[in-house]
C-alpha cells in the first residue's frame, strides 16, 4: 500500500515523501540564494553592487540557434541592425533612458506585425538570432507583456498552438 505522499511514477517525487525536515529546506534555499561555491570555495553570486564596471555580468546562451542561410540587407534592415546596435549599447551602460515607452510600443508593434506575416507566408527564420544574449527570462518577460497587451491568458496560447500544429 502506497503512502499519500508518494507517486505512483517512480521518476517522481517530493520533499515530504523524502521526510525532508525544515531546516534543510531552509539550508537548501540560503545555498541557491548564496549561490554555489567555486574551486576556491567563495560563492560565485555577484551583485549589481559588488560587479566591477571592468567585468560586467554577461548572459549565457543555452540553446543554439541557426543561422540563416543567406543573409540579404536591405536599408531598412541596415537601419534596424543599428537601432538594435544602438539600444544594447544602451543597455550595456545602463542607460535605460534612450528608448521611451512610445518608441518601445510602435517598434515593437511593428516587429509583431513583420514576423507574424513571415509566418503566415512561411518565410520566416528563428525571432532570436544565433548569438543572442536573450535569456530566458527576457523572453518570458516579454512574452508575459505581449499577452497581457492584448488581453491573452497563458492558456489561450497554449490552445491556440495546439489547435494550430505550431
Given amino acids: 500500500m ?20 525544515d531546516e534543510d529546506k531552509a539550508a537548501f534555499v540560503k545555498a541557491m540564494w548564496d549561490g554555489l561555491p567555486s574551486k576556491d570555495g567563495s560563492a560565485q553570486q555577484q551583485t549589481k553592487q559588488t560587479a566591477s564596471e571592468d567585468d560586467p555580468q554577461k548572459a549565457v546562451v543555452l540553446r543554439k540557434i541557426s543561422a540563416p542561410e543567406a543573409v540579404e540587407n536591405t536599408p531598412l534592415s541596415e537601419q534596424a541592425l ?20 512610445h518608441a518601445i510600443q510602435a ?3 511593428a516587429l509583431c506585425r ?3 506575416a513571415q509566418v503566415d507566408v512561411d518565410q520566416y ?3 532570436l538570432g544565433q548569438g543572442s544574449l536573450v535569456s530566458a527570462t527576457d523572453v518570458m518577460v516579454v512574452c508575459s507583456a505581449l499577452l497581457k497587451s492584448v488581453d491573452l491568458q497563458v492558456f489561450e496560447l497554449g490552445m491556440w498552438q495546439a489547435w494550430g500544429g505550431r
Fill in 114 to 116: 513583420h514576423y507574424s
Fill in 107 to 109: 517598434l515593437m508593434s
Fill in 82 to 101: 543599428e537601432v538594435a546596435r544602438s539600444i544594447e549599447q544602451g543597455l550595456s551602460s545602463g542607460d535605460l533612458s534612450q528608448l521611451q515607452p
Fill in 2 to 21: 502506497s503512502s499519500p505522499n508518494t507517486s505512483s511514477t517512480p521518476d517522481t517525487f517530493s520533499a515530504t515523501s523524502m521526510n525532508v525536515s
Fill in 125 to 127: 527564420e528563428s525571432i
